[in-house]
């Protein structure tokens, strides 16, 4: 309650100062007249009474302030009046303004953007009830999806978790009155929400209810996003239908607007209930009691008083039943406990690709504000040297030292809080250029490119320490002047330059130099890391190709009509003017995801060491060697009697051939694929696959056919590759008209160039080494704008030296020397400091870069001589303009 009146009264001091002023001096005055009176009845005239109660109080206008100050006025008083100060001062001196709050945005600016993206991907956790007791079961090897009879089983277990949710996302063709689009659909458990303990904004959420039965009555909950932006935000839209795959679905209800899912960077349009896979999935009705099937991602809520040892040693009892139900020894190094990983951050593949690449970046932001302060605290110590004569002033006049050290850092918040605006702008722009650099997935990426509260938060506070760095040594240091010195350089500018203050921003413009350096060198590296990375041989030729991507399940149609469709798109391409060849793949190349299948010889034991049996696979059709550039080194391509047959042959690349078949002859041999004997009728090129930087990988190929659609996903999308006698841009327009000459429901989506898709696989290098570029661009521009700013002021402060000179026989080569020569002692000990700064954190970068090392001397070499040249051509301007003095002139200077 104190405190609250406290508070009240100060908030009353600030916005009614005139009334609370008049009841202080009332009181006061009160308290005089009471005096007066007891002095009255002790003898004394009125007069004198009066007189010696106003002597013994004393001053009545002290006691007034003192009383104003008490109640809170004061201060807030005294710092309205530094604000406006400070706000005429800065404005008086405009380019000055202007250059501090450009350089406190740009540092603000940069890392409020990462930190943007670091707290979407990284830090923030569910919208969801006590995320914190949220665990995602994996395995050990990273397996993450699991059969939906353990997930039954587990669900069972009330004593391990007291609720076990599952789901899986697929793209679907969602569509109402007639508007068809490409959007995501999340099936999920019918306890889902209830699980993770989120409301309904509109309608109602699903349920146990709505997952009973397969292909029962379908609903569907749908996204805040969807309702606003394909449903008008129609208040009635609960009861309605929309169609997804063709199927007709209700809408039950509209999710809360915070609530995108769990998975960050995915954010469902729709969420369905599991009962749906049978009308969504590909392979669905096979799904539902097959142990062997693992297509579910698994996170259960702790029950209450389960610790994460207990809840990972009762999941382990669990999967370990629900394998021997499949009634088929498991490998023997396949793993037999499960671990829990939290999973209150949400799941997040995008999460694992960038984690270690943010944190990177988050280090060479960090970087540039600290070289952003150097340069800052650099600009005030000189403007503050030229305000030592106000400053002297001042304090011979009777201002406190404290009272100019708080004006002083109050002009610092303002240029720091005016920086912060700027800075957030910077944001705003900076993590849609990010977010458009990182790459497109297969299901669209989906993040919140809105500057939000806690990045505000976060750009307030880091302004407040920037000016709290830049601003405190100023201030500090210029409000204890030897005042005699300061008034009589009135008509001694020198002593502007003397004394220890000019070595310390001497030392300042080195440890900018230095940090500047470190910034240099790592964007040095990642630009040459990219650059080698896109050198790196494919194994394919990406030139003139153009490739899209396909879904005709997504619009109704069966396995045989996915098949018969494809073939009748593949002979209409065919006949297009320019078009070479024509192929599709399940999984397009260097699109980061791939199948394993198991691959060994017959009668021949599994060997225990599962890398040799697991290979990646792609199922092909078509002419996908010769559309996508994959050579073929012995043997033949599939030909359309091997798709057609469903025939058991393959291809495997030559890493595979030589892993089961040494160097001899490996065509026309027998492999086990899964369960399956086939023929090997071909040995292709060794390539890439999933990504650019990949080690060569063991592959096989097979065509497609019905018995090898369960293991290329549960969609009938296929990449198609179309290999073209000109400029291959030209033909994106030809594949979506043909695509609609057969059915213009179907859609046609991610069109490039073969080009394009290797450029989208490099994304975070390419982020990486973008980002690096501008932190170590901008930090040689702010080293170089803070040494032309200290080397122009030391040599306006030897005008007088050097008209000397001049006039003692001095030429224009010996002054440029005089100047440059200062500038050359900071740079190279920033120079000697920044390399072994950088060779102290180069293990850091080190697994980020690819075919370069970080401590290469030639790299480090090159970013010292890049930063050289920049000091040197910012040192030799003031340097030129000191050698046109004329001596006359300087001589009357001053």
């Known amino acids: 309650m104190k405190t609250l009146r406290v508070l009240r009264d100060r908030l009353r001091a600030l916005w009614r100062s005139d009334r609370v002023q008049d009841e202080i001096a009332e009181e006061l005055r009160f308290h005089v007249e009471m005096r007066a009176r007891d002095n009255e009845r002790a003898g004394m005239s009125p007069a004198d009474a009066r007189r010696e109660a106003e002597r013994r109080f004393g001053s009545v206008a ?69 995320s914190e007791e949220l665990e995602q079961v994996t395995l050990p090897n990273d397996w993450s999806t699991f059969s939906e009879p353990f997930f039954r089983d587990l669900r069972r277990r009330t004593d391990i978790f007291s609720g076990v949710l599952a ?81 007709s679905v209700t809408i039950i209800g509209v999710a809360a607007p915070d609530f995108f899912g769990i998975e960050v960077g995915v954010s469902p349009d729709v969420w369905v209930p599991l009962a749906m896979q049978p009308q969504l999935l590909y392979q ?17 809520r702790r029950a209450p008083g389960i610790t994460h040892a207990r809840a990972e040693s009762g999941t382990s009892l669990v999967y370990q039943q629900s394998q021997r139900a499949i009634g088929r020894p498991a490998p023997n190094d396949w793993p037999t406990t499960v671990r829990l990983i939290d999973a209150g951050r949400g799941l997040s593949r995008l999460r694992e690709q960038y984690a270690t690449s943010l944190r990177l970046l988050t280090g060479l932001v960090a970087i540039l504000m600290l070289v952003a302060c150097a340069s800052l605290t650099t600009l005030l110590m000189t403007r503050s040297a030229a305000r030592r004569q106000e400053i002297a002033v001042r304090l011979t006049l009777g201002a406190s030292r404290a009272r100019l050290i708080r004006q002083l850092m109050t002009e610092g918040a303002l240029l720091s809080l005016c920086g912060a605006a700027v800075g957030l702008a910077i944001a ?18 989906a993040i919140d490119a809105a500057v939000g509260a806690r990045s505000l938060v976060f750009a307030l506070v880091l302004s407040m320490l920037t000016a709290a760095l830049f601003s405190a040594g100023p201030a500090f240091r210029f409000t204890r002047p030897d005042l005699a010195r300061a008034l009589r350089a009135v008509n001694d500018s020198s002593a502007n330059v003397a004394g220890r203050s000019f070595d310390v921003r001497r030392a300042l413009v080195s440890v900018q130099v230095a940090l500047s350096l470190v910034l240099v060198i790592g964007a040095s590296l990642f630009v040459q890391s990219l650059a080698r990375t896109a050198a790196i ?45 024509v192929g599709f793949s399940a999984w397009p190349l260097l699109g980061g ?122 969609t009938g999308e296929r990449t198609i590759y179309v290999r073209t006698s000109g400029d291959p841009s030209r033909f994106t327009g030809v594949i979506a008209g043909v695509v609609r000459a057969v059915d213009k429901r179907v859609p046609v989506y991610n069109v490039k160039t073969f080009a394009a898709q290797k450029a989208e696989s490099l994304a975070r290098e390419r982020l990486v080494a973008a980002i690096a570029a501008w932190t170590g661009a901008i930090a040689l521009g702010l080293a170089a704008l803070a040494l032309y700013g200290l080397v122009s002021f030391g040599a306006e402060s030897r005008t007088r030296e050097i008209g000397i000179r001049v006039s003692l026989g001095a030429d224009a080569p010996h002054v440029v020397w005089l100047i440059v ?74």
């Open 62 to 130: 002290l006691a007034a302030d003192a009383g104003y100050d008490v109640r809170g006025g004061g201060w807030i008083e005294t710092l309205v009046r530094d604000v406006r100060f400070g706000a005429r001062v800065l404005a008086k001196h405009k380019i000055f303004s202007a250059v501090v709050i450009l350089t406190v945005g740009v540092g603000i600016g940069a890392n409020a953007t990462i930190f943007t993206l670091v707290d979407r991907v990284l830090l923030r956790s569910l919208p969801v009830q006590h």
């Open 167 to 247: 789901r899986t996302v697929v793209p679907a063709t969602i569509a109402r009155s007639g508007d068809a689009r490409r959007g995501v659909v999340e099936l999920v458990s019918g306890n889902y929400f209830s699980v993770l303990g989120t409301r309904a904004a509109l309608g109602r959420l699903l349920s146990d209810v709505d997952d009973v039965v397969l292909r029962g009555a379908p609903a569907a909950v749908v996204s805040d996003r969807f309702w606003r932006n394909s449903l008008s935000r129609n208040p009635d839209i609960v009861g309605t239908t929309i169609q997804i795959d063709n199927q």
């Open 284 to 300: 669905g009705d096979a799904l539902a009691d097959n142990r062997e099937a693992n297509w579910l991602e698994v996170i259960g």
């Open 428 to 445: 705003r722009w900076g993590i849609g250029l990010l977010i458009h650099l990182l790459p497109r997935e297969r299901i669209p990426l």
């Open 537 to 581: 041989p494919l194994g394919f030729q990406t030139e003139h190709v153009v490739i899209a991507s396909i879904d005709p399940s997504l619009s109704g149609y069966s396995p045989d009509g996915v098949e018969r469709f494809y073939r009748d798109v593949e002979s209409r391409l065919r006949k297009a003017t320019g078009v070479r060849s």
């Open 593 to 714: 995801e791939l199948s394993m299948m198991t691959v060994r010889q017959p009668n021949v034991p599994r060997p225990p060491d599962p890398s040799t049996w697991l290979m990646s696979m792609n199922v092909v059709t078509g002419d996908f060697f010769d559309a996508a550039g994959v050579s073929m080194q012995r043997g033949r391509a599939f030909s359309q009697a091997d798709s057609a047959a469903g025939s058991h042959v393959i291809v495997l690349n030559e890493a595979a051939a030589r892993s089961y078949f040494g160097s001899d002859n490996a065509v026309g041999r027998t492999l086990l694929v899964g369960r399956s004997a086939a023929t090997v009728i071909g040995i292709a090129s060794d390539s890439k696959y999933a990504a650019v930087r990949e080690e060569t990988r063991r592959i096989v190929y097979a065509p497609f056919g019905r018995d090898v659609q369960v293991f290329v996903g549960s």
């Open 821 to 894: 020569r200062g500038a050359i002692g900071m740079v190279a000990a920033g120079c000697i400091a920044g390399v072994a700064l950088g060779l102290g954190l180069s293990r850091f970068v080190q697994s980020q870069l690819y075919g370069v090392r970080a401590t290469d001397v030639t790299t480090i070499g090159t970013a010292v001589g890049i930063l050289l040249i920049t000091a040197l051509i910012a040192a030799l301007a003031p340097g030129l303009r000191a050698s046109r003095i004329d001596a006359t002139t300087a001589l009357r200077y001053e």
